[in-house]
């Protein structure tokens, strides 16, 4: 399997149970705001947003990071005069 369709698909699980997590979290603590049917259907839905969201960005934010990290100083000081 490609690695950006995994690392994808791995994120759309975590956004699945992540939105799970939360409607049960408010169930407990306040009152059912859905049915287990309709929170599985919206849990899914988020999933998959979650997973083309990925899917989409994730290699912009991969290069962006990268030019970042090349333009950066090497010293953390503050003083933004690298160290040797």
């Given at each position: 399997?490609?690695?950006?369709?995994?690392?994808?698909?791995?994120?759309?699980?975590?956004?699945?149970?992540?939105?799970?997590?939360?409607?049960?979290g408010y169930a407990l603590?306040?009152?059912?705001?859905?049915?287990?049917?309709?929170?599985?259907?919206?849990?899914?839905?988020?999933?998959?947003?979650?997973?083309?969201?990925?899917?989409?960005?994730?290699?912009?934010?991969?290069?962006?990071?990268a030019r970042r990290a090349?333009?950066?100083?090497?010293?953390?000081?503050?003083?933004?005069?690298?160290?040797?």
């Amino acid at each position: 399997m490609n690695p950006r369709t995994k690392s994808a698909l791995l994120w759309g699980a975590v956004g699945f149970m992540a939105f799970l997590v939360l409607v049960q979290g408010y169930a407990l603590f306040v009152e059912p705001l859905v049915s287990i049917t309709q929170g599985g259907a919206v849990a899914l839905l988020v999933g998959v947003a979650t997973a083309t969201s990925a899917y989409a960005v994730e290699h912009r934010v991969a290069a962006w990071s990268a030019r970042r990290a090349m333009d950066e100083p090497r010293s953390h000081d503050g003083d933004g005069k690298s160290k040797s």
